[in-house]
């Protein structure tokens, strides 16, 4: 069974950094892309950034310059580089990725969330 399990949430001032990590484990053939998602108390699942196999990266408009997104594949890991931090990024973090457990068997997977909290 695939996992994915997030670290490297907490609370941070605003103007901070933190970084998060994604671990993936279990009967893991390939990883395709691997993204990370938000939600703000009464709002909306959102995207964050994403990076797919090769490399590509995309980001929301809210994060782009302040954010990076990275992976390491022999880790199967990704990594969320957030800099610049300020209140509106204050929301539980989600990793996901589209893992193939095997050629024919490809899934979404999302992590259980991590709490980041930004304060003034």
């Known amino acids: 069974q695939v996992q994915l399990v997030e670290s490297g949430g907490g609370s941070v001032q605003a103007g901070g950094s933190l970084r998060l990590s994604c671990q993936a484990s279990?009967?893991?053939?390939?990883?395709?892309?691997m993204g990370w998602y938000r939600q703000a108390p009464g709002k909306q699942r959102e995207g964050v950034a994403l990076?797919?196999?090769?490399?590509?990266?995309n980001y929301a408009d809210s994060v782009k310059g302040r954010f990076t997104i990275s992976r390491d594949d022999a880790k199967k890991t990704a990594f969320l580089q957030m800099n610049s931090l300020n209140l509106e990024d204050t929301a539980v973090y989600y990793c996901?990725?589209?893992?193939?457990?095997?050629?024919?068997?490809?899934?979404?997977?999302w992590g259980q969330g991590t709490q980041v909290t930004v304060s003034s």
């Open positions: 279990g009967g893991i053939l390939s990883i395709n892309a």
């Open positions: 990076i797919t196999r090769s490399g590509k990266t």
């Open positions: 996901h990725a589209e893992v193939a457990a095997t050629v024919w068997d490809i899934r979404a997977y």
